[in-house]
């Protein structure tokens, strides 16, 4: 049975439950709910977990152990001289045949053995299926006739509940945790390798970027030179390029949308202006690819430059552009949510209309406004498709913005494709390059929260 299918059963089922708990509630009361403990809701709440968490559980923890009981199953089940093949070889074959199970490609001839080893190995994923559906099923049911059978009026369903739901919160909370923790781990893990090979100086310092190596040891290639400045440079200059066309475009824009448009001027324009952030980054890479890079190139040689055709102004200016609706909504909620009296009072006081935003709402509304510029910054660093197409790939350290240069996150893509060996110096640079990232990242995070939490205590 199909997973969706299943899930939607015991969600199905939950429902029933619920029902079933609410029922229960009002006959065990005669009649009467204020002899009960909790509210009759509670009660249906308190069977539909009873129903739901259990089977869900079952499943999550099946959907995880069968596939390697189900691969142990079939190398068990292989010829004796298939079980002999080095580890390599034998995860490649055991490859070949669940790929063959679930009807792919495969990379090697089918024979007669092949095809009765993908055919049991699918036979032992359906009975798998059958078995955990009909497990997660009876699971629920049981679960549904335990919890309405202690519904009673002394039943505290209530706490129940709202413990249950405050241990779900947790455990979600501790997975995003945990989830980050692993990330930082894997990077470092990682980034440690790639510093035995390549001096940390070199690459904090180096000033020269390609990281062409050699793919065997018998071939003559380059050693790779990787110095990171150039491409943190770029990155930054991109992203101040950017910064400078969003941030007072936005700016402007929420305090017309909050100060100074009508009701019905504000519901027509906050939603056309929020529409730049639903579309797709490649879309903005086409138009700045086909538009705006020849257009700055055309004007540039109009008055004597010398602009490349792919220039770190038309990626910076269109993704600048991009993240406009990340400034602008955000501002204009936070200096909706500014008290109003603060603006009757500098009202009261003769100040005009321009002088309360300049030093009333705008000082006020300071800290959520660091939040979207922040947030505006983390989405133009992290952005890889309009470099790409506008910007390139050309590492060049420069401070002239009409010149091509490249991004961090456009060499970690670059890096991770093609035929270079995973844990060679060229693509555990990656990982040290996101490692970098990250701590830039939580730096800025860390001054935001500071100017945030400064004038937070100040204007509260």
Request: proline share 5%; glycine share 6%.
């Amino acid at each position: 049975m199909n997973s969706l299918l299943l899930i939607a059963i015991l969600l199905v089922l939950s429902s029933v439950g619920y029902a079933f708990g609410q029922r229960r509630a009002r006959v065990v009361s005669g009649g009467h709910p204020s002899t009960l403990h909790s509210r009759p809701q509670y009660y249906g709440l308190y069977v539909a977990l009873w129903c739901g968490i259990p089977s869900l559980l079952l499943m999550a923890a099946w959907l995880i152990i069968e596939p390697h009981v189900a691969e142990w199953l079939l190398v068990s089940n292989l010829p004796a001289d298939a079980q002999q093949l080095s580890p390599d070889r034998l995860s490649l074959l055991v490859n070949d045949i669940e790929n063959l199970a679930s009807g792919n490609i495969v990379s090697r001839e089918v024979d007669p053995v092949l095809q009765a080893a993908a055919d049991g190995y699918k036979a032992v994923r359906q009975i798998g299926n059958a078995a955990m559906a009909a497990a997660a099923i009876s699971l629920a049911v049981l679960g549904l006739a335990f919890a309405r059978r202690r519904i009673a009026p002394s039943l505290r369903a209530r706490n129940l509940v709202e413990r249950t739901v405050s241990v779900l919160m947790i455990l979600a909370s501790t997975i995003a945790i945990l989830t980050t923790i692993g990330i930082v781990l894997s990077l470092a893990f990682e980034a440690w390798r790639f510093f035995a090979r390549v001096p940390i100086t070199e690459f904090l310092f180096g000033l020269s970027w390609s990281p062409q190596t050699a793919l065997r040891e018998d071939q003559v290639g380059s050693s790779g030179a990787f110095g990171a400045v150039p491409l943190f440079a770029g990155t930054l200059m991109i992203t101040f390029i950017a910064m400078c066309v969003a941030v007072p475009i936005g700016l402007f824009s929420a305090i017309y949308m909050s100060e100074y448009a009508s009701p019905k001027i504000r519901a027509t324009v906050k939603p056309m202006l929020e529409i730049l952030a639903g579309v797709p980054t490649v879309v903005y890479g086409f138009f700045a690819a086909l538009t705006v890079a020849p257009f700055i190139r055309n004007s540039g040689e109009a008055i004597g430059l010398d602009v490349s055709s792919e220039s770190a102004l038309a990626a910076g200016a269109v993704m600048g552009i991009m993240i406009i609706p990340f400034v602008s909504s955000l501002s204009d909620d936070v200096m909706n949510a500014v008290p109003r009296s603060l603006r009757d009072g500098a009202y009261a006081l003769g100040a005009t209309r321009s002088e309360t935003i300049k030093q009333v709402v705008f000082p006020a509304a300071l800290p959520g406004i660091v939040g979207s510029v922040l947030l505006a910054m983390s989405r133009a660093i992290g952005e890889t498709m309009i470099v790409v197409m506008a910007a390139g790939l050309a590492a060049n350290l420069t401070a002239n913005p009409l010149e091509a240069v490249t991004t961090v996150t456009v060499q970690i893509v670059t890096l991770l494709v093609g035929d270079q060996e995973f844990d060679s110096a060229k693509t555990l640079a990656a990982f040290a390059l996101g490692l970098l990232l990250f701590a830039v990242t939580l730096a800025l995070n860390v001054v935001a929260l500071h100017v945030v939490r400064r004038y937070r205590e100040k204007y509260d």
